[in-house]
């Protein structure tokens, strides 16, 4: 049997050391920084959205393992997504990090973040660029966040 806890650590793992769409996407119209002051993570998130869809999703961060492994899965997660669609991971991801309710369906392989929520010091390591993409949503200005 394959112990849940190793394959959260496992999954973080290779995540931080192997980012995904750790870059700047050509054609990214829209912006958010992030900055978590707790643990000093930063994250600048970019998305290329066209006609109301995610085409193209990157970012660039500095900070602990946790904050850039949960920006690699959000960016998978929600790569192709049409923006509502967006929305509603990141509505599914922040109940489950805060112990509510979540649909498992919706989330996919953000699920494995959910290891973070024993944690609550990394909460807000985890829950970083995910407020990011929420800010980045919204509209097309560009936003800082802050988890304090
Ligand atoms: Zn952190």
């Not at 050391?17 to 920084?33: L, M, S, V, W």
Request: with cysteine.
């Amino acid at each position: 049997m394959y112990d849940l806890h190793d394959l959260y650590q496992e999954v973080i793992m290779d995540h931080n050391r192997r980012p995904r769409n750790f870059r700047k996407p050509d054609g990214a119209n829209r912006q958010a920084e992030g900055f978590n002051p707790l643990c000093g993570d930063q994250i600048t998130l970019y998305l290329a959205v066209e006609d109301d869809m995610i085409a193209d999703v990157g970012f660039q961060a500095v900070g602990c393992a946790i904050s850039k492994a949960s920006a690699s899965i959000m960016t998978e997660s929600v790569k192709g997504l049409s923006v509502e669609d967006a929305e509603k991971v990141f509505e599914e991801f922040h109940s489950m990090i805060t112990q509510e309710d979540f649909d498992a369906d919706v989330l996919g392989d953000a699920e494995l973040l959910q290891g973070v929520s024993r944690y609550p010091a990394r909460i807000k390591c985890a829950a970083l660029s995910w407020h990011a993409l929420n800010s980045a949503l919204d509209d097309t200005e560009e936003k800082t966040v802050s988890t304090e």
